[in-house]
């Protein structure tokens, strides 16, 4: 494993699992939310960045120095906000790894022809339990 | 891939699609949600049941045949909900092979010390998240 500098925008259910696994593994990490009480979830031991602050908006994502990130998650409850932010870090700040959260699957298509990397935790849960369904 | 009988609870974005992908893998299905509308996601070419009900009534779950499944899935977006149907599955009807689907990823730990299998689709992404970070 190498050492990895990611953003992760969105401290919901997901981001808060995440950003506090990723952290324990050793990687740097920042997450950004509007709601700074959504910062509370994370573990007592997390050692990186929280920022409270709309990433939509550019000084919120230079403060996070975006221009230095390896990785970028975008994982809010919002399908919009993700896909945007995923373009804005890819495409403006050249993030090399993007990933944007698909709440819903219709829309996961969609992303994809606009070769935005997705994640769709209902789909993945789909897969697992058909997996489980013919195992 | 042997044929199985399947009840699944909940019509929502996750039991749609998985209704919608068993039944095309041949399955036999009933879906049961107490909001009839919810089935309008549900694919022109679903064959199984569906019954529009509350399926903490028994005779919701006599009417979906209980007593003959092969699965029963628990999806609603309610954890308390999931937790009891499965239970009732499980306990009172001998259902050979129960999951509830777990939305709050902390109570995951509390299902499985309850000994039902649980899907968490929060937990899933983040599982298959850190894969991407790492490799």
Known sequence: MSHKYIIIVGCGRLGTILVNRLSRLGHSIV???KDTG??????????GFTIGGDAAESS???????????????LTNND?????LAQIAKDIYKV????????DPQRDIVYK????NTIC??????????KRTEG
Not at 121 to 130: Q, T, V
């Open 31 to 33: 997450i950004i939310d």
């Open 38 to 47: 959504a910062f509370e979830g994370l573990s007592s031991d997390f050692s």
């Open 60 to 74: 919120v994502l230079q403060n996070a120095k975006i221009n230095k990130a390896d990785m970028f998650y975008a």
């Open 80 to 84: 919009n906000t993700n896909l945007m």
């Open 96 to 103: 090399p790894f993007v990933i944007a959260r698909v709440n």
């Open 113 to 116: 022809n606009l070769n935005i």
């Open 121 to 130: 935790p209902i789909i993945i849960a789909a897969d697992e339990l058909i």
